[in-house]
C-alpha cells in the first residue's frame, strides 16, 4: 500500500533544511572572519621584535638573563602568552603549556632530538629558534591568550549568536506558516460554535496546498452546507406556516358557523374532513421533504427503471381516470440503474401525479423512458396550462406555485421539491420545459448502474 506523502511534513523539512543549510553557510563565515582577523594579530605578535630581544638578552647573559626577560615580558603581554622551550619541550619558567597544544608544540615547535645540525635538510619549524652561547637550541613561542583549538571567546559567541538567529528566523517563519492557519481555523470553529453561520476560514489559508489548506476548505464547505440547511429550514417553516394558515382559518369559519348553527350539513363534515386531509398531507410531506437532506440513497439496490415505471403508471391509472386523462407509457428493455427503490419510485410519483392533476381531460399524459450516451432519460409530458418560462426553474422549489397552475385546493406545495431532492441525491438532475403546443415536459436524467 502506497502511503501518500504529507505536504504539510515535507513543508517542515525544507524550513528545517533550509534552517541547517543557512546556519552551516553563516557560521562558516563568521568563523572564517574571526578566524581572519585573529589570525592577522597572531602573525602580528610573530613578527614582533620579542624575539629579536630574547636573543640579544640570552647572548649578554646566557639563560638567567634570557629568564629574568622572560619574567619581565611574561607579567607585561596583555594579549599574547610568551614561552621559551628546551629541546624536550620544557618552558624556563617550568610552567605548564596549555594541554590542547602540547602534540603541536611537539611535532611543529621543538626541534626533533634527531636532527643533525650538520645535515643539509631540517624539518620546517613554525616558531623562531634561540641559540645559546653553549650552542642550545631554545624555541621562542608566542600564543594568543585568547584562542584555544576549540575557538575564541568571540568565535563561540558569534556561533551562537548565528545558531539563535537563525532558530528565531525558522521558528517565526514556521510559526507564520504553521500557526497562524491553526488559530484562524481555530477562531472560525468557535464562531460556528456559538452559531455565527457566516464564520469561514480565509480563502489565503482555505487555498494552501498542504492538509491546512484542504481541512479548511472542508470547514467552510461544511459551514455553507450548514448555513444552506438552516436557511432551507427556515424557509420550510415560514412557508409551511402560510400554507397551513388558509386551510385552518376554513376549519375555523366552519366550526364557528356549526357551532352557531348548533349542527353540521354533510358539505360542511365534507369540508372540514378534505381541510383536515390536506393538512396531513403536507404536514407528511414537509417531513419526508425535510429527511431528504439527511437519507439520502440509504438502501441502494439495482433497479429495473422500465419495471419500476410500468407499476407505477398500473398504480396511477386510478387517479387519472378520475381526472378524465389516459396515460401512455413508452419504455426501452434492460435499463438498470442502482439507487433508493423507494426514494425513486416518490420522485417519478410526484411528478406523475402533478402532471395528471394539471392535464385537460380527454388528454393525455405521456411517460417515455429511453437510453441516453451518459444514461438514462425519463420524459413526463402533461397537456395543461404550462409555465412561463421564467418560473421553470422555480417550481422545484418548496411551496412554490405559478401564476397559470396556482391551485391551492389540492397538493401539498412539496411534490416537486422532494422529486429534485431524490434525484440530485442519486447523482441525477431533473429539469422543466414548455411543451410545444401547451403543457410542461419534466425531463428526469439518471446514470446507468455500472455493471463491469
Known sequence: MQIPVSRLYLRMVVYIGAALIAFSLIGAVSVFMIASYELRD?????????????????????????????????ATEPDISIYILNAGGKDLLARPLPTEFAAFVQESVVPDPQDDPNDNYLELRLT?????????????????????????????LSLVAVALLVAG????????????????????????????????????????????????ADFNAMADRLEQLLAAREQLLQEMSHE????????????????????????????????????????????????????????????????????????????????????????????????DPELLRSG?????????????????????ARRTAHGFEVEI??????????????????????????DHSSGSGLGLAIAKRVFEAHDGQVVAAARPGGGLIITVRLNEADMS
Not at 460556528?192 to 491546512?212: I, K, M, N, Y
Not at 402533461?382 to 418548496?398: C, K, M, S
Request: proline share 5%.
Open 169 to 216: 528566523v525558522v521558528a517565526l517563519v514556521i510559526a507564520r506558516a504553521i500557526g497562524r492557519p491553526i488559530r484562524e481555523l481555530q477562531h472560525a470553529v468557535r464562531e460556528l460554535a456559538l452559531g455565527q453561520v457566516h464564520a469561514r476560514v480565509p480563502t489565503s489559508v482555505a487555498h494552501r496546498t498542504d492538509e491546512l489548506g484542504s481541512l479548511a
Open 381 to 406: 409530458g402533461d397537456h395543461g396550462p404550462g409555465v412561463a418560462e421564467e418560473y421553470l426553474e422555480r417550481i422545484f422549489e418548496p411551496f412554490f406555485r405559478a401564476p397559470e397552475t396556482a
Open 348 to 368: 417519478f410519483e410526484n411528478i406523475l401525479r402533478n402532471a395528471i392533476r394539471h392535464t385537460r381531460p380527454n388528454s393525455n399524459v405521456e411517460i417515455r
Open 244 to 339: 397551513l394558515r388558509s386551510p385552518l382559518a376554513r376549519l375555523q369559519a366552519a366550526l364557528a358557523l356549526a357551532s352557531h348553527r348548533q349542527s353540521l350539513t354533510a358539505a360542511e363534515r365534507e369540508q372540514i374532513d378534505a381541510e383536515i386531509g390536506r393538512m396531513n398531507d403536507t404536514i407528511g410531506a414537509m417531513l419526508k421533504f425535510s429527511r431528504l437532506d439527511a437519507v439520502g440513497t440509504s438502501s441502494p439496490r439495482l433497479i429495473r427503471l422500465g419495471k419500476m415505471l410500468t407499476e407505477l403508471v398500473n398504480t396511477e391509472e386510478v387517479e387519472a381516470a378520475a381526472k378524465g386523462c389516459r396515460l401512455q407509457l413508452n419504455t426501452e428493455r434492460r435499463m438498470t440503474l442502482v439507487g
Open 128 to 156: 623562531p629558534r634561540l641559540v645559546a652561547p653553549d650552542g642550545e637550541v631554545l624555541s621562542f613561542l608566542v600564543l594568543p591568550k585568547s584562542i584555544t583549538l576549540w575557538g575564541s571567546a568571540a568565535t563561540r
Open 42 to 74: 597572531y602573525i602580528a605578535a610573530r613578527q614582533s621584535p620579542l624575539a629579536r630581544e630574547a636573543a640579544e638578552a640570552l647572548a649578554a647573559g646566557g639563560q638567567p638573563t634570557l629568564q629574568r626577560w622572560l619574567e619581565d615580558h611574561a
